[in-house]
């Protein structure tokens, strides 16, 4: 059985540039998380999925961040404009409702 | 809100020899799932153990075990016959059982960096 599956790996761009994520679930998986971890902190959920639905994006900063899940499948990330403070591994968890989330290798990002 | 606390940010151990890494939480609720997770260099969180918090047989997985005190609010994991490759970061995370939109959701810990020498 696949993993879960990021990419990039590593990203670095300036600040005020959009950058986005993306995250391909394990296959059957109808629930898709999207964590925050900065460095040397455990995870933060931004948003979670049930299929195509958002049923959890209460700490996603609006402002600046976006997500989408079309198909209930992959999911991308957005972040536009992209400020200092968003240097962090962004994490994509997968599961089965409420089942054991399994994690991707994340996406280091670092603005400039 | 739940919360999640590691109280040791390091923590180091010979090969062969028996660890304990702490965690306590805080909750209301009384039906929810606690884990350890270990987050290598690489990255990839891997779940280590889980523990229901109605059960109160203590899991057991190979090596690892952990210390559920439901009442005190503290799980702690040991790690017995370490092995150079269980150096990593170690995760402690609160998820509860009840429904509503925060069902599923990990709460974490700040971590613990466990150190094995050869």
């Known amino acids: 059985e696949a993993g879960v599956v990021q990419s990039p790996r590593y990203k670095i761009i300036e600040k005020k540039q959009p950058v986005a994520f993306w995250c391909n679930p394990i296959?059957?998986?109808?629930?898709l998380y999207w964590y925050l971890q900065n460095l040397g902190q455990g995870p933060e959920l931004l948003i979670r999925?049930?299929?195509?639905?958002?049923?959890?994006d209460s700490q996603l900063p609006k402002d600046r961040f976006s997500a989408e899940r079309l198909k209930g499948v992959d999911s991308t990330l957005k972040i536009q404009p992209a400020e200092l403070g968003d240097s962090a591994v962004y994490l994509c968890?997968?599961?089965?409702?409420?089942?054991?989330?399994?994690f991707g290798p994340g996406t280091r990002l670092t603005v400039l | 809100a739940q919360t999640v606390t590691q109280s040791q940010p390091e923590m180091s151990v010979q090969e062969a020899e028996t660890v304990t890494l702490s965690c306590t939480y805080d909750?209301?609720?009384?039906?929810?799932?606690l884990f350890w997770y270990k987050q290598p260099p690489s990255r990839q969180m891997i779940l280590v153990i889980r523990?229901?918090?109605?059960?109160?047989q203590n899991a057991t997985e190979n090596r690892f075990s952990v210390n559920f005190q439901k009442a005190a609010k503290s799980f702690s994991l040991k790690i017995s016959d370490s092995q150079l490759g269980d150096a990593a970061m170690y995760f402690c995370?609160?998820?509860?059982?009840?429904?509503?939109?925060?069902?599923?959701?990990?709460?974490f810990g700040q971590g613990t960096i466990l150190t094995v020498h050869p």
């Open positions: 909750t209301s609720e009384s039906d929810y799932y």
């Open positions: 296959s059957g998986h109808n629930t």
């Open positions: 995370a609160y998820r509860s059982n009840f429904g509503g939109t925060s069902y599923g959701k990990l709460t």
């Open positions: 523990q229901e918090a109605y059960k109160q």
């Open positions: 968890a997968s599961s089965r409702r409420a089942g054991e989330q399994f």
């Open positions: 999925y049930e299929n195509e639905e958002a049923v959890d």
